[in-house]
């Protein structure tokens, strides 16, 4: 059975850092592609970062590009958000998903195997 666990939010004030977390388990995790998306109330869920299977390939989104890093460790079957300068705007439920043999796409529907989420909240 293929599931992704995330964890590590919460709340925090402007300004501050959180890292989320990301476990797999029943996938071959170096084979799929990583993606982290949130859905604040009322918006559209949206692709914030996302890495390929490979590592080579990574997307940010222009409202985190310079704040937010993904990375992976294949290894223990983790994927990692690195939250900086948080603002309110970050608020959200963040969601990880996985894709097999993507390349980190930033669409939804490419991705098929998603977490349960993890509330953001970001005070200011």
């Known amino acids: 059975q293929v599931q992704l666990v995330e964890s590590g939010g919460g709340l925090v004030q402007a300004g501050g850092s959180l890292r989320l977390s990301c476990a797999g388990s029943?996938?071959?995790?170096?084979?799929?592609?990583m993606g982290w998306f949130r859905q604040a109330p009322g918006k559209e869920r949206e692709c914030v970062v996302a890495?390929?299977?490979?590592?080579?390939?990574?997307y940010y989104s222009e409202s985190v590009k310079g704040r937010f890093t993904i990375s992976r460790d294949n290894a223990k079957k983790t994927v990692y958000l690195q939250m900086n300068s948080l603002s309110p705007e970050d608020t959200a439920v963040y969601y990880c998903?996985?894709?097999?043999?993507?390349?980190?796409?930033?669409?939804?529907?490419?991705?098929?195997?998603w977490g349960q989420g993890t509330q953001v909240t970001v005070s200011s």
């Open positions: 890495i390929s299977w490979s590592g080579g390939n990574t």
């Open positions: 029943g996938l071959t995790f170096s084979s799929y592609a």
């Open positions: 998903a996985a894709e097999y043999r993507g390349g980190g796409s930033s669409l939804r529907r490419d991705y098929g195997t």
